[in-house]
């Protein structure tokens, strides 16, 4: 059985939840906290698991053998225990802060003892040793993506498509020793994704020595998460990963546009999708005074936060939304900030419908601190940013066109440049990790030479690209390109003047459109349109007239009752 048959029949037990009033909701949170019980004792079984064991008569063997009422009762003190770490009678049982943590404020809703039964027997017959082969916590990251997809709101509003993760992370090119930062964790998918890039390059952790898998497991990654059953979800997941972090977890319960935020350690590398929307106040409001533009804008509070908080040298990959790159005033000089105090090198717009607030456009921002030439250069660090459309003339990605790694490939190949050098992808020193190599203009995958040009400033005489590339780089750059017209390439770059003397340090860079796009300059007047409506809608009424005719319906002059 593969993990994603398990998934899919963990995903089915969510019926008889349904059957005992849990609505979707609810219902992921209900299980796990089950689930997390039964995967502590497989993974204690096979001796995965050595530290946070759970206590004695909180284990999964204290629940499997019992029925009815006693089941129901014995569960719900059980989870009182794990909550509090205390029996009825006040007797410490536990002390550990990360079950503390998973497990704060705990209950169930269950009400009927056959459902939590049938919970348990589902449990115990998936086929776990398969499981384990797989990794117990990718099982677990399986129904949080589940439920992502399937639901229509709560972590299905904003969840990061696991393969736009994935993607970053290799970009980004995590390296053991470095400390990685998400200040708005979720459920952890950027800092889970980050270890197991680092994993598959130690060999899992067998290349390194014992000092350095100690920081592996405890000090190198480092996330907040402001709702707390969200962090339980996260705190759950990096367990089971093998991630333990500090005294509270990998991942904090905080606001880092707060206190919080304000006491974070500078990081190498911060991977981040911060949620969008204003402060409105209460625990999720901007109460800091360290950012130098004061902002209600959550975005722009997390992307000065974020530059701010990376040591010299240290890289970031951010996702945010449109109105992030263009907003005029303080979005303006949060930009040309972000531009002076880091080489912003790459955007990538992504396409819409990959998140599943709809409508949401949105891009990934790839920057390092300081200067390519010196990482503690402190003003004018960025000199060429380039950017890459993934958005235009692209499918309308959903379910039944899933959005996946294959249509990021491209991109990468781009971000490393032609001539990449190994140790960019393939591991190497700190010092290189994340370095650009060679980059050329000219990427026409997915169909980019069917999309229309748009007849803006950024087309015209490819000002902005020309004088990014001088002399032989650009001679190789048309002799590659074969003729193939650059306006219609998804890859394309532009000088740190152009973006300040033509586009007033807007981020939103675009030049091609839709094929077969409708351009708002050539639509009728609102009379005409009018016009037209009116003569469609008569037609629609006389082919209507003549199909009930045709039935041998009788017509009358108005619509009986």
Same mark, same amino acid.
């Given at each position: 059985?593969?993990?994603?048959?398990?998934?899919?029949?963990?995903?089915?037990?969510?019926?008889?939840?349904?059957?005992?009033?849990?609505?979707?909701?609810?219902?992921?949170?209900?299980?796990?906290?089950?689930?997390?019980?039964?995967?502590?004792?497989?993974?204690?079984?096979?001796?995965?698991?050595?530290?946070?064991?759970?206590?004695?008569?909180?284990?999964?063997?204290?629940?499997?053998?019992?029925?009815?009422?006693?089941?129901?009762?014995?569960?719900?003190?059980?989870?009182?225990?794990?909550?509090?770490?205390?029996?009825?009678?006040?007797?410490?049982?536990?002390?550990?802060?990360?079950?503390?943590?998973?497990?704060?404020?705990?209950?169930?809703?269950?009400?009927?003892?056959?459902?939590?039964?049938?919970?348990?027997?589902?449990?115990?017959?998936?086929?776990?040793?398969?499981?384990?082969?797989?990794?117990?916590?990718?099982?677990?990251?399986?129904?949080?993506?589940?439920?992502?997809?399937?639901?229509?709101?709560?972590?299905?509003?904003?969840?990061?498509?696991?393969?736009?993760?994935?993607?970053?992370?290799?970009?980004?090119?995590?390296?053991?020793?470095?400390?990685?930062?998400?200040?708005?964790?979720?459920?952890?998918?950027?800092?889970?994704?980050?270890?197991?890039?680092?994993?598959?390059?130690?060999?899992?952790?067998?290349?390194?020595?014992?000092?350095?898998?100690?920081?592996?497991?405890?000090?190198?990654?480092?996330?907040?998460?402001?709702?707390?059953?969200?962090?339980?979800?996260?705190?759950?997941?990096?367990?089971?990963?093998?991630?333990?972090?500090?005294?509270?977890?990998?991942?904090?319960?905080?606001?880092?546009?707060?206190?919080?935020?304000?006491?974070?350690?500078?990081?190498?590398?911060?991977?981040?999708?911060?949620?969008?929307?204003?402060?409105?106040?209460?625990?999720?409001?901007?109460?800091?005074?360290?950012?130098?533009?004061?902002?209600?804008?959550?975005?722009?509070?997390?992307?000065? *936060?974020?530059?701010?908080? &990376?040591?010299? %040298?240290?890289?970031? !990959?951010?996702?945010?939304?449109? +109105? $992030? #790159? =263009?907003?005029?005033?303080?979005?303006?000089?949060?930009?040309?900030?972000?531009?002076?105090?880091?080489?912003? *090198?790459?955007?990538?717009? &992504?396409?819409? %419908?990959?998140?599943? !607030?709809?409508?949401?456009?949105? +891009? $990934? #921002? =790839?920057?390092?601190?300081?200067?390519?030439?010196?990482?503690?250069?402190?003003?004018?660090?960025?000199?060429?940013?380039?950017?890459?459309? &993934?958005?235009?003339?692209?499918?309308?990605?959903?379910?039944?066109?899933?959005?996946?790694?294959?249509?990021?490939?491209?991109?990468?190949?781009?971000?490393?440049?032609?001539?990449?050098?190994?140790?960019?992808?393939?591991?190497?020193?700190?010092?290189?990790?994340?370095?650009?190599?060679?980059?050329?203009?000219?990427?026409?995958?997915?169909?980019?030479?069917?999309?229309?040009?748009?007849?803006?400033?950024?087309?015209?005489?490819?000002?902005?690209?020309?004088?990014?590339?001088?002399?032989?780089?650009?001679?190789?750059?048309?002799?590659?390109?074969?003729?193939?017209?650059?306006?219609?390439?998804?890859?394309?770059?532009?000088?740190?003047?152009?973006?300040?003397?033509?586009?007033?340090?807007?981020?939103?860079?675009?030049?091609?459109?839709?094929?077969?796009?409708?351009?708002?300059?050539?639509?009728?007047?609102?009379?005409?349109?009018?016009?037209?409506?009116?003569?469609?809608?008569?037609?629609?009424?006389?082919?209507?007239?003549?199909?009930?005719?045709?039935?041998?319906?009788?017509?009358?002059?108005?619509?009986?009752?």
């Amino acid at each position: 059985m593969s993990n994603n048959d398990i998934v899919q029949k963990l995903w089915n037990l969510c019926d008889v939840l349904r059957d005992d009033g849990i609505n979707y909701s609810d219902y992921v949170t209900e299980l796990v906290l089950l689930l997390f019980i039964k995967m502590v004792h497989e993974n204690t079984e096979a001796g995965l698991l050595n530290k946070h064991t759970l206590p004695t008569g909180c284990r999964w063997t204290d629940l499997s053998d019992k029925d009815g009422l006693n089941l129901l009762d014995d569960y719900k003190r059980m989870l009182l225990t794990l909550s509090t770490g205390k029996d009825s009678e006040g007797n410490t049982l536990h002390a550990d802060p990360l079950i503390l943590a998973i497990y704060a404020d705990a209950q169930t809703r269950l009400r009927e003892p056959r459902h939590l039964k049938q919970l348990i027997k589902s449990l115990d017959s998936i086929d776990w040793f398969s499981a384990q082969k797989d990794g117990l916590g990718d099982l677990y990251e399986g129904l949080l993506e589940k439920n992502a997809n399937e639901t229509k709101s709560g972590a299905g509003q904003y969840f990061t498509p696991r393969a736009l993760i994935d993607s970053m992370v290799r970009v980004i090119n995590p390296q053991a020793g470095e400390v990685i930062q998400d200040p708005a964790a979720g459920t952890a998918g950027f800092l889970i994704a980050a270890d197991s890039f680092i994993k598959a390059k130690t060999d899992d952790h067998f290349d390194l020595d014992a000092k350095q898998v100690e920081f592996q497991k405890n000090k190198a990654f480092i996330g907040v998460e402001l709702v707390p059953s969200t962090r339980r979800l996260a705190l759950m997941n990096c367990l089971l990963h093998g991630m333990e972090g500090d005294d509270e977890g990998v991942v904090h319960l905080g606001n880092s546009l707060g206190q919080v935020g304000m006491s974070l350690p500078k990081a190498d590398i911060i991977l981040a999708n911060p949620p969008f929307g204003t402060s409105k106040g209460g625990d999720a409001s901007i109460t800091r005074d360290d950012l130098t533009y004061p902002t209600s804008n959550k975005q722009l509070a997390f992307l000065q *936060h974020i530059y701010r908080n &990376l040591k010299p %040298g240290g890289r970031a !990959a951010v996702v945010l939304p449109d +109105n $992030v #790159l =263009f907003e005029a005033g303080v979005g303006t000089d949060v930009r040309r900030d972000l531009m002076n105090k880091c080489n912003l *090198h790459t955007v990538l717009r &992504l396409p819409t %419908g990959i998140f599943y !607030a709809a409508g949401v456009k949105t +891009n $990934v #921002l =790839f920057f390092t601190k300081g200067s390519e030439a010196d990482k503690l250069q402190e003003e004018n660090c960025t000199t060429n940013t380039w950017v890459y459309d &993934l958005r235009t003339n692209m499918p309308n990605f959903g379910k039944r066109t899933p959005f996946g790694q294959q249509h990021l490939t491209p991109f990468e190949e781009c971000y490393y440049g032609k001539n990449k050098n190994a140790t960019a992808m393939d591991g190497g020193s700190v010092e290189n990790a994340g370095a650009i190599f060679d980059r050329k203009e000219g990427e026409w995958s997915f169909n980019a030479e069917d999309a229309e040009v748009d007849d803006s400033v950024v087309n015209q005489g490819l000002d902005g690209s020309e004088k990014a590339q001088q002399g032989a780089e650009k001679a190789q750059r048309i002799a590659d390109s074969l003729e193939r017209p650059l306006e219609k390439s998804r890859w394309r770059v532009f000088s740190r003047e152009f973006i300040r003397d033509t586009k007033s340090d807007s981020l939103d860079i675009s030049w091609l459109k839709d094929a077969n796009s409708v351009d708002a300059a050539d639509l009728g007047t609102p009379e005409e349109l009018a016009g037209e409506a009116m003569t469609e809608l008569k037609g629609a009424l006389a082919d209507l007239e003549a199909l009930m005719k045709s039935l041998g319906a009788e017509l009358a002059g108005g619509v009986k009752g």
